[in-house]
């Protein structure tokens, strides 16, 4: 089982990025997915997350801002960043909860910055 995250990259502040999570080994969609982040000399939090019955959450830094969405046929879930500050700049994760056992992928890292 592997899950990696993809999609980060440079934007300017007000830009957008779309991340994807990706899973092999198993279908992402059997399985809770959270994104997280890390910035320089903090701890990681939680951003969003998706249960298996579609219900969604996300901490109140993002919310109107980014949305996430699974996509079964790539067997991705997505996490679409819009108006990206400053304060975004991390690496962000993903990590997925099955059958009681949590995975998580390697980071992508975005940076916000003009």
């Known amino acids: 089982v592997q899950l990696q995250a993809s999609g980060g990259g440079l934007v300017q502040p007000g830009g957008s990025l779309r991340l994807s999570c990706a899973a092999s080994?198993?279908?992402?969609?059997?399985?809770?997915i959270g994104w997280f982040r890390q910035a320089p000399g903090k701890e990681r939090e939680g951003i969003s997350c998706i249960s298996t019955d579609g219900r969604i959450l996300y901490t109140d830094s993002v919310k109107g801002r980014f949305t996430i969405s699974r996509n079964n046929a790539k067997n991705t879930v997505d996490l679409q960043m819009n108006s990206l500050k400053s304060e975004d700049t991390a690496v962000y994760y993903c990590?997925?909860?099955?059958?009681?056992?949590?995975?998580w992928g390697k980071g992508t890292q975005v940076t916000v910055s003009s």
């Open positions: 990590s997925a909860e099955r059958m009681g056992s949590v995975y």
């Open positions: 080994g198993f279908t992402l969609e059997d399985a809770a």
